[in-house]
């Protein structure tokens, strides 16, 4: 029973301990073209250098065939193929967003001066703070995704606006659920 109750203590301090907040990611006024609100910027590209090396706009032939066309990964993807929902105060990925993901790695290791920005996001349930180091981590995971297909490290920055942009306004599961995201922003 004793021991029951020690590992008990420590599951609750471990999950206390990972869940306290950010983990070294830094509070970024304006964010994102100088919107209002706020979020929390870590490893990656800055916002001044992107976009360096080229307009994107302009790049044809990527391993995924014309960047402006229906292609699951790169700029031309549409939009329900550059956002990846989350579970409930989870950042692990679904299976279902695999092949999205990878389309995007390809996309990206074929077009070096290729930039991306993976906006982390939560839904308004949890503190301000809780939120925003929930957005960084889903931003991580999809970055540590794209970097293990073969993106480079240089291409991609990460943002987390917590619950400070919703996609939907609302209380419910409905707006909950499409809150829970990471958005796949090129060129910036």
């Known amino acids: 029973m004793r021991n029951l109750k020690t590992l008990a203590a420590l599951m609750v301090v471990t999950l206390v301990t990972a869940c306290a907040g950010p983990s070294k990611s830094t509070v970024d006024e304006g964010a994102a073209s100088g919107a209002a609100g706020s979020g929390a910027s870590s490893t990656g590209v800055s916002e001044g250098s992107a976009g360096q090396g080229g307009e994107m706009g302009g790049e044809t032939g990527g391993p995924l065939g014309d960047a402006t066309g229906g292609a699951l990964g ?102 909950w659920s499409l809150n829970r995201r990471v958005e796949i922003v090129y060129g910036q």
């Open 74 to 175: 790169g700029p031309g993807a549409s939009q329900e193929n550059r956002i990846i929902y989350f579970e409930f105060d989870r950042f692990e990925i679904k299976p279902e967003y695999n092949a999205i993901l990878q389309a995007h790695a390809r996309y990206l290791s074929g077009n070096p001066a290729s930039r991306v920005r993976l906006e982390g996001h939560a839904d308004e349930r949890g503190s301000r703070e809780y939120n925003i180091g929930l957005g960084e981590k889903r931003a991580q995971a999809v970055r540590n995704v794209l970097l293990l297909q073969g993106a480079l490290s240089d291409q991609i920055a990460t943002v987390s606006f917590g619950e400070e942009r919703p996609a939907v306004i609302g209380s419910d599961e409905e707006a």
